[in-house]
């Protein structure tokens, strides 16, 4: 069967030879009826190798998703845009277990994070309108912010997450709340960040992902539209022809063709979410409506947005010394080509879009199924579209084939700080190495060959052990579907008791209302008090404790006496608590 697109060619051919006709400048109408059945029969010959392709591809894509959900349990919905045209579409699993409703083109999920873009987008449209500037200090709007601070913080800042502004989801749980079991709206955010005096670091030094930043946002929107974020956002929403797309200010709300969120506790069991927190995530919309979004993103035209807007959006801001994340998108190279790209995830809710303008291409997966890598999926997904070429396959390094003596294992024992501040132990068990991450199972870690080890749960993950230029003892994680991660040994400190107990004391923090108590017990463990709850704590290195993922650092005056502390987990850092 010939296709739209192929019989649109034939009627051109034909329109075309009538004209040469008309002017006697083409040969005879036999002649052009023999040109015109070669070409025929060329495109039912090309349509139907072109369907052949599209449907091995489909099967491969469709084998893919179905091994992350099955007909009963939560479900996915998956498309392909490519060429401003949908390429493929899947629905499958349930949107309400309850009722056993399946999911739909019309089922709309929480695309959480991946909301910062249209966030972004309304910020865009009032700086096109003239009406603000990204270099605006964010005290021209909202005065009652950061008083304490004297370096400007621009719009730009919280685009690029580099205003240095505590994340308000870690900062509620740092006084021992959680955040997805409180009534709290985006007006209880703000009384959270006005209370802060400090910042994570200095406004445009560094990139640190918050949530803060994008409810911020919707304030600026608020305060220079003199409508709500959310009217402000529907309109344009509406404006783009996307009618199933709107923010969640309301928990109790009704939404019509709502994909409920499960995750599985031995059993299926609803995740509860009663926050109305919104700009930073808290988008509910379908997979029509998110396609539609990406034909406009290749086309770089829609009837409401300048494609001057449009091209802007996908691109780093100028003039910020942050390049790999722009207007919120995040952007990176995979299996060699550029892509921008951006991860939702809030209690059982998962989604991911992944763009490839090289290949004019997007992916988009949206899910209600907790148990749904939505970013891993994604990519496994691009990788069926475009195979990865040899030359571009990631490669790993295998340095020297022994740190001392690698074939005694010990020698790579001990805590490690990667880049981004995780602690990972790397620990010996029954003459195993194992990796141990905070609320996550141990893996253990198994010798492919030298310093090269690859983790049991995936073969893919592999982790190498080598020297920095210091000599220090590091570790370089590799997966295809990411940048690698290294990670540097913290350095072994022996203590005496009278240091093990100088630590112990109350130390209070007066932005959260927050206290910690630290105890000696034994050696390097202590008990650690935060809200009245007693946890485990240990001395990884001198001046340093953990707490859980809580990393404490002790703050000292010049002559060594100990201020207080300085705490960091998560996107919160350098949150000072003044000893008693």
Same mark, same amino acid.
């Given at each position: 069967?010939?296709?739209?697109?192929?019989?649109?060619?034939?009627?051109?051919?034909?329109?075309?030879?009538?004209?040469?006709?008309?002017?006697?400048?083409?040969?005879?109408?036999?002649?052009?009826?023999?040109?015109?059945?070669?070409?025929?029969?060329?495109?039912?010959?090309?349509?139907?190798?072109?369907?052949?392709?599209?449907?091995?591809?489909?099967?491969?894509?469709?084998?893919?998703?179905?091994?992350?959900?099955?007909?009963?349990?939560?479900?996915?919905?998956?498309?392909?845009?490519?060429?401003?045209?949908?390429?493929?579409?899947?629905?499958?699993?349930?949107?309400?277990?309850?009722?056993?409703?399946?999911?739909?083109?019309?089922?709309?999920?929480?695309?959480?994070?991946?909301?910062?873009?249209?966030?972004?987008?309304?910020?865009?449209?009032?700086?096109?309108?003239?009406?603000?500037?990204?270099? #605006?200090?964010?005290?021209?709007?909202?005065?009652?912010?950061?008083?304490?601070?004297?370096?400007?913080?621009?719009?730009?800042?919280?685009?690029?997450?580099?205003?240095?502004?505590?994340?308000?989801?870690?900062?509620?749980?740092?006084?021992?709340?959680?955040?997805?079991?409180?009534?709290? #709206?985006?007006?209880?955010?703000?009384?959270?960040?006005?209370?802060?005096?400090?910042?994570?670091?200095?406004?445009? $030094?560094?990139?640190?992902?918050?949530?803060?930043?994008?409810?911020?946002?919707?304030?600026?929107?608020?305060?220079?539209?003199?409508?709500?974020?959310?009217?402000?956002?529907?309109?344009?929403?509406?404006?783009?022809?996307?009618?199933?797309?709107?923010?969640?200010?309301?928990?109790?709300?009704?939404?019509?063709?709502?994909?409920?969120?499960?995750?599985?506790?031995?059993?299926?069991?609803?995740?509860?979410?009663?926050?109305?927190?919104?700009?930073?995530?808290?988008?509910?919309?379908?997979?029509?409506?998110?396609?539609?979004?990406?034909?406009?993103?290749?086309?770089?035209?829609?009837?409401?947005?300048?494609?001057?807007?449009?091209?802007?959006?996908?691109?780093?801001?100028?003039?910020?010394?942050?390049?790999?994340?722009?207007?919120?998108?995040?952007?990176?190279?995979?299996?060699?080509?550029?892509?921008?790209?951006?991860?939702?995830?809030?209690?059982?809710?998962?989604?991911?879009?992944?763009?490839?303008?090289?290949?004019?291409?997007?992916?988009?997966?949206?899910?209600?199924?907790?148990?749904?890598?939505?970013?891993?999926?994604?990519?496994?997904?691009?990788?069926?579209?475009?195979?990865?070429?040899? #030359?571009?396959?990631?490669?790993?390094?295998?340095?020297?084939?022994?740190?001392?003596?690698?074939?005694?294992?010990?020698?790579?024992?001990?805590?490690?700080?990667?880049? #981004?501040?995780?602690?990972?132990?790397?620990?010996?068990?029954?003459?195993?190495?194992?990796?141990?991450?905070?609320?996550?199972?141990?893996?253990?870690?198994?010798?492919?060959?030298?310093?090269?080890?690859?983790?049991?749960?995936? $073969?893919?993950?592999?982790?190498?052990?080598?020297?920095?230029?210091?000599?220090?003892?590091?570790?370089?994680?590799?997966?295809?579907?990411? $940048?690698?991660?290294?990670?540097?040994?913290?350095?072994?400190?022996?203590?005496?008791?009278?240091?093990?107990?100088?630590?112990?004391?109350?130390?209070?923090?007066?932005?959260?209302?927050?206290?910690?108590?630290?105890?000696?017990?034994?050696?390097?463990?202590?008990?650690?008090?935060?809200?009245?709850?007693?946890?485990?704590?240990?001395?990884?290195? $001198?001046?340093?404790?953990?707490?859980?993922?809580?990393?404490?650092?002790?703050?000292?005056?010049?002559?060594?006496?100990?201020?207080?502390?300085?705490?960091?987990?998560?996107?919160?850092?350098?949150?000072?608590?003044?000893?008693?």
């Amino acid at each position: 069967m010939i296709e739209s697109n192929d019989i649109k060619s034939v009627t051109v051919v034909l329109q075309n030879l009538r004209i040469l006709e008309d002017k006697e400048e083409f040969i005879t109408k036999k002649l052009a009826m023999k040109n015109l059945m070669v070409m025929l029969t060329f495109l039912f010959i090309w349509s139907a190798q072109s369907q052949i392709l599209n449907k091995e591809i489909k099967d491969k894509l469709d084998s893919q998703i179905e091994e992350y959900v099955e007909s009963n349990s939560p479900g996915l919905a998956v498309g392909i845009v490519q060429n401003n045209v949908i390429f493929y579409e899947k629905y499958i699993g349930l949107a309400n277990l309850e009722n056993n409703t399946a999911v739909n083109k019309n089922t709309r999920f929480n695309i959480a994070s991946n909301a910062k873009q249209f966030t972004a987008l309304c910020i865009l449209k009032l700086n096109d309108e003239g009406r603000i500037k990204l270099g #605006d200090d964010i005290r021209q709007y909202l005065p009652d912010l950061f008083k304490e601070i004297k370096d400007p913080i621009t719009i730009s800042n919280l685009l690029t997450h580099s205003s240095g502004i505590r994340d308000i989801y870690d900062l509620w749980a740092l006084k021992g709340q959680t955040w997805w079991q409180l009534f709290i #709206d985006n007006g209880d955010a703000m009384d959270l960040i006005k209370g802060q005096k400090e910042l994570n670091f200095n406004p445009g $030094e560094r990139y640190m992902y918050s949530n803060s930043n994008y409810i911020i946002l919707t304030e600026i929107v608020k305060a220079i539209s003199g409508q709500s974020f959310n009217e402000y956002a529907l309109e344009m929403f509406k404006a783009l022809g996307m009618d199933q797309t709107a923010f969640l200010t309301n928990y109790m709300a009704v939404i019509p063709d709502k994909a409920r969120p499960y995750g599985n506790w031995n059993g299926w069991k609803e995740y509860p979410v009663i926050t109305e927190t919104h700009g930073d995530g808290a988008l509910f919309t379908s997979l029509q409506d998110q396609l539609k979004w990406e034909i406009i993103i290749q086309d770089r035209s829609g009837a409401a947005l300048s494609s001057d807007i449009l091209n802007r959006s996908q691109l780093p801001i100028p003039d910020s010394n942050i390049s790999d994340y722009g207007y919120g998108l995040m952007f990176g190279e995979y299996n060699g080509m550029k892509y921008n790209y951006h991860d939702g995830n809030t209690g059982a809710y998962n989604a991911t879009f992944l763009r490839f303008p090289e290949k004019n291409t997007s992916v988009v997966v949206m899910s209600n199924n907790g148990n749904v890598p939505s970013n891993y999926l994604a990519k496994q997904l691009a990788d069926i579209c475009f195979p990865i070429e040899s #030359d571009k396959a990631v490669k790993f390094p295998s340095g020297p084939e022994a740190i001392e003596e690698l074939n005694t294992i010990s020698a790579v024992i001990g805590d490690y700080k990667t880049n #981004d501040g995780t602690i990972i132990k790397i620990v010996e068990k029954d003459g195993y190495l194992y990796r141990e991450i905070y609320r996550r199972d141990p893996v253990r870690l198994i010798r492919e060959s030298g310093n090269l080890f690859y983790y049991e749960t995936n $073969e893919d993950l592999k982790i190498t052990f080598t020297r920095n230029e210091k000599g220090q003892r590091q570790f370089t994680i590799y997966l295809s579907s990411q $940048e690698p991660n290294t990670g540097t040994v913290l350095p072994s400190f022996n203590a005496d008791q009278e240091y093990y107990a100088s630590l112990n004391g109350t130390y209070f923090n007066t932005e959260t209302d927050t206290s910690i108590e630290i105890r000696h017990l034994e050696e390097n463990k202590y008990t650690i008090i935060k809200n009245g709850r007693a946890r485990d704590g240990e001395l990884l290195t $001198e001046d340093y404790l953990r707490m859980n993922s809580y990393q404490i650092g002790i703050d000292r005056d010049a002559e060594k006496n100990i201020k207080g502390l300085m705490v960091k987990n998560g996107r919160i850092d350098r949150v000072r608590f003044v000893k008693n």
